[in-house]
């Protein structure tokens, strides 16, 4: 099994407190590992976990997990745990993982887990939907989607995402999140396969020739999946093909470098906004 078989690898760096007597990882540590990268699995599926499984009306559960031992990760490996879905039953579904240190295979391992009633864990027909999106991802095809819209077409669902993310969560006042600008700005907005709302952001002219990205948020279990950056690449390519020669935001101080990845750089000293650090940056298209 090599690591390029794998489409989704999570990967990992070995702490101190996860090291035995012998100087090797535990052996009981590695289906923590696999399990961690389960979640990651998910994400990128760009499926909430225990938001999708209410929908869908059950959960999964572990049937079986074994692992095969060939080799031993230490203190401070860096590791890839590569997990893919191969196989589909009536209510189950087998899991391939591998723990790999760069190409080499360290620990091989397979998991069965059956979809079924959270109540009294009484199996139920794996959802065809769960099943397809599985398929799609395996197969190398997005599994998201990002709409352009005016407010009257995304405004509800966005609502929904930047309530959560902004005044929910990071506590901005209601009134200085909602503002003239949303009626007239082109929103974006991105859905998985089961027509969910992950992320959102909108682009306005900021004087001619300029435009501004505002307002991105991504649902908190989504982050760091990529769905934030399918939702700025739509709304700069959109942006270019209007014409504008440069787009300008203003970021979040936690978000810089995400942005600095899109490659956006800093302009001019950080200043607070709503009671948080931000700083200006800066694209030409």
């Not at 059956?114 to 190398?140: H, K, N």
């Not at 992320?199 to 760091?224: Q, S």
């Amino acid at each position: 099994m090599k690591r390029s078989e794998f489409r989704y690898i999570e990967p990992l760096r070995v702490r101190w407190a996860e090291v035995d007597a012998q100087g090797i990882v535990f052996n009981g540590h590695y289906l923590t590992y696999l399990d961690t990268a389960v979640s990651g699995y998910w994400r990128a599926l760009a499926l909430p976990y225990a938001e999708t499984m209410r929908a869908l009306g059950g959960d999964l559960f572990v049937r079986r997990a074994t692992l095969d031992y060939r080799g031993s990760a230490r203190y401070d490996d860096q590791l890839g745990i590569g997990i893919r879905v191969r196989e589909f039953g009536n209510s189950s579904m087998k899991v391939d993982a591998a723990i790999f240190r760069s190409e080499q295979m360290l620990v091989h391992g397979e998991m069965v887990y059956v979809f079924a009633d959270p109540a009294t864990q009484s199996p139920l027909r794996l959802p065809d939907e769960l099943r397809a999106i599985i398929q799609a991802f395996e197969a190398g095809q997005g599994v998201v989607d990002v709409s352009l819209g005016r407010w009257s077409e995304l405004g509800e669902a966005a609502t929904a995402i930047r309530r959560e993310v902004f005044v929910e969560e990071q506590h901005i006042p209601a009134d200085l999140e909602w503002d003239s600008a949303d009626a007239e700005c082109l929103h974006a907005l991105a859905f998985n396969r089961l027509g969910r709302p992950l992320a959102t952001g909108r682009l306005l002219e900021h004087v001619p020739g300029v435009a501004k990205i505002g307002r991105m948020a991504v649902r908190r279990a989504l982050r760091g999946s990529q769905i934030g950056r399918q939702v700025l690449d739509a709304l700069m390519a959109e942006a270019r093909r209007q014409g504008y020669r440069e787009v300008l935001l203003h970021a979040q101080l936690s978000a810089e470098g995400f942005y600095q990845r899109a490659g956006f750089q800093r302009r001019g000293e950080p200043f607070e906004e709503a009671g948080i650090g931000h700083v200006e940056m800066v694209r030409a298209l």
